[in-house]
């Protein structure tokens, strides 16, 4: 045999294949050279399956004509989607975890840092050795996937099962992912309706030592609501990127809307958090307060402050909010989320209700959800609740877990 041959040396020069076949292949060929690298590391091949918008499916990237799922498992599947709840590959999806089927197919969570992407299906046929090199290769493929999704509208609309309205679609384009995390702290985020949203948007992102949170909600539901939520979203990251304070940011977007969308009235909570200290600080204009979440319950009140005016009307350009402090305590969880949300009424007029909210991520979380998992059961709850959504309905959670 072969010593250079790939599957004989070991699956470093597999990777490394895939890896130097992957600048210049598009989008339609990648699903191509990762089957190929797993049939070079023994498996019976490979497919990959991303999470759609709203989370509800898993669709198989399309590999070559007449090329099918790898295995009977995926036989479930309505034309390359699988279900993420009722299926194996949705489980592996949901928990984070490889699961294996009865035939010796593995499924394999597709995750970069703790945003879920998808799954990659391997086999039938990976010894436990291979398995180690298939779950290199399908964190190979998730960085891919990523890399390529911003420029190729292949992979983004095998996401969707529907078009996006216009605004929907400008929203989509500032977002950032949905979860994101370190060793100190994490935040994962969701939003709905997922093909209609219109004034809400939310932001996270790490600096040295400090999380960065924002939740806004503007006005409306129209292109200028979701122009405004943009400019939000930008006038946070630019500002707190010059070196500016909370307060400088909320000035900001209050100075920037009342001169370039004028009579557009947004609401907002902006937040830090210190991931060394705990310090949690935030400016809250005109928004519903945050939650805190301690040891399965929620602090009532604790992070109630008086209200101060929202956003768009120039209130804060010669007086800016005061911000808040709080120091956590390690394994808090803080909570933040649109009135779509908790206004979101059933058909015999009752309202989802803040209990309900914390009760039903409480709950997910005791259970042994991972923070992703508990809010798309949150989502799923709500649009159960309410099946049309009439609000924009966000939630964001970030959770301060220091190394020890």
């Keep these: 045999m072969n010593a250079d041959d790939p599957v004989v040396s070991g699956m470093g020069p597999v990777l490394a294949w895939v890896l130097e076949r992957s600048h210049d292949a598009s989008a339609g060929e990648l699903p191509v050279l990762i089957d190929e690298a797993a049939r070079r590391m023994g498996a019976a091949g490979a497919r990959v399956y991303v999470a759609d918008v709203q989370q509800a499916g898993l669709v198989m990237l399309p590999l ?28 592996a999806y949901r928990t984070q975890r490889v699961q294996l089927g009865n035939d010796g197919t593995a499924w394999l969570p597709m995750i970069d840092g703790i945003e879920r992407v998808g799954v990659m299906e391997a086999g039938p046929g990976p010894d436990p050795g291979r398995l180690e090199s298939c779950k290199a290769l399908a964190s190979l493929a998730t960085l891919l996937v990523i890399s390529k999704s911003t420029h190729n509208d292949l992979l983004v609309a095998r996401g969707r099962s529907r078009p996006m309205t216009l605004q929907a679609e400008l929203l ?21 309706p997922a093909y209609d949203i219109g004034g809400d948007a939310f932001d996270h992102g790490f600096t040295d030592g ?15 609501s979701g122009g405004a939520s943009a400019v939000g979203l930008a006038a946070c ?17 209050d100075r920037t809307l009342a001169e370039w969308i004028p009579n557009r009235l947004m609401t907002g909570i902006i937040a830090d958090l210190d991931t060394v200290r705990g310090e949690f600080t935030w400016v809250n204009c005109g928004h519903p307060a945050p939650l805190l979440i301690r040891d399965g319950h929620v602090l009532t009140a604790a992070l109630e402050r008086p209200a101060q005016l929202p956003l768009g009307f120039g209130f804060h350009t010669e007086l800016p ?43 997910s979380m005791a259970a042994g959800d991972p923070a992703p998992e508990a809010l798309r059961r949150l989502i799923e709850n709500l649009l159960t609740h309410q099946n049309r959504l009439d609000d924009d309905a966000t939630i964001l959670l970030a959770e301060w877990h220091p190394s020890s």
């Design 172 to 192: 989509w384009a500032f977002l950032p992912p949905r979860s994101i995390g370190t060793r100190e702290a994490t935040s994962t985020a969701v939003l709905e």
């Design 321 to 363: 909010p005061v911000p808040h402090s709080t120091r956590l305590e390690p394994g808090d969880r803080v909570l933040l989320y649109s009135d779509g949300v908790t206004e979101a009424r059933s058909t015999d007029h009752q309202q989802f209700g803040e209990a309900r909210l914390a009760d039903t991520i409480i709950r």
């Design 210 to 224: 400090r999380l960065h949170l924002a939740l806004l909600d503007a006005m409306g539901h129209d292109l200028a």
């Design 64 to 91: 070559r004509e007449g090329a099918g799922p790898v295995s009977e498992t995926s036989a479930e599947g309505d034309g390359g989607r699988l279900a993420v709840d009722g299926s194996l590959a949705g489980l």
């Design 237 to 253: 990251r630019s500002t707190r990127r010059s070196g500016g304070t909370l307060p400088d940011i909320a000035r900001t977007i």
